[in-house]
């Protein structure tokens, strides 16, 4: 790593975005899991990525701070800006205006990227109007953004995808987080029944998702519910049974047994408190079946 420093050019690049990106920025999503996974605050430097023989180091700052904030005096001495040409910016004025306050503050190259497909040729009159080097590769991959502007931004002859296929590159950064498995996700509600213990069917039932595997289940839930033993010492007294990662809260009313079935992590005590005025409900006026 101490070689590394000596051997390897140090860049450090200002990436500037707008605040609120659309879902259609895919370079602004770069940008921001490239700050994610290199632990940074996006206004400090990042910690270094290797791309061949360049140490780089990000920052990402929006518009508004850099057009109407106190100009951050250590911006000064980085090495490029890229500016990212979103959707949501109607004008390139302010572009325009950040371009002019980054040269009237530094002397680096600029370089425009756009910031989805849609936004290339908004990105090319950007180029011709104001002089910066266009970056014409949309990309939800962090390295391949650097690796763009490195190359239009002049510190490297070499072309992005020849570098992609030469240069040892530390990818980790365009790692994405991981999904929530189906052990870590969170189980919402699944499915609400009414039971008529009398005759042991379902006089009412409700599925949160239409896809619910509880559909196929619903006989086998049913006679299970007509089963549970219930305290009706209070007549909103509700009772709560869990199996496996399922809850069945649980209240009977006149031979009618109201049955929430949730996920094992929702609030219980919240729960009964708002579950308890549902026979009412129900008694005074039965839903249509």
């Not at 936004?119 to 009159?125: G, K, S, V």
Request: proline letters at 6%; a negative charge.
């Amino acid at each position: 790593k101490v070689a590394e420093t000596y051997i390897r050019i140090p860049v450090n690049i200002c990436i500037i975005t707008v605040a609120e990106p659309p879902p259609e920025d895919v370079t602004t999503s770069a940008v921001e899991l490239m700050v994610q996974n290199t632990g940074a605050d996006r206004k400090s430097l990042s910690q270094s990525i290797r791309l061949g023989p360049y140490l780089i180091r990000v920052t990402q700052y929006h518009y508004g701070e850099i057009i109407s904030d106190v100009w951050p005096k250590v911006l000064s001495s980085f090495d490029a800006f890229a500016v990212v040409v979103s959707g949501v910016l109607s004008e390139g004025d302010r572009v325009e205006e950040a371009v002019q306050r980054i040269r009237s503050n530094s002397e680096a190259n600029i370089v425009v990227v756009p910031g989805s497909d849609e936004e290339l040729e908004r990105a090319r009159d950007i180029e011709a109007n104001l002089g910066i080097n266009l970056c014409d590769s949309v990309s939800p991959r962090p390295t391949h953004l650097l690796l763009s502007i490195i190359a239009y931004g002049e510190f490297s002859d070499i072309h992005p995808e020849l570098a992609r296929e030469k240069w040892i590159i530390e990818d980790k950064v365009d790692a994405s987080p991981d999904p929530l498995t189906s052990e870590d996700e969170e189980l919402g509600h699944q499915a609400f029944f009414v039971v008529d213990r009398r005759t042991g069917e379902a006089v009412y039932s409700y599925y949160y998702d239409e896809r619910s595997r509880f559909l196929d289940l619903a006989p086998n839930i049913v006679a299970a519910i007509t089963a549970f033993k219930i305290d009706q010492s209070s007549p909103t007294e509700t009772s709560v049974f869990r199996t496996g990662d399922w809850s069945y809260i649980t209240i009977e009313r006149n031979f009618y047994i109201f049955t929430l079935i949730t996920g094992n992590d929702a609030d219980v005590e919240e729960l009964r408190s708002r579950f308890s005025f549902l026979p009412d409900l129900f008694l005074d006026e039965v839903p249509v079946i």
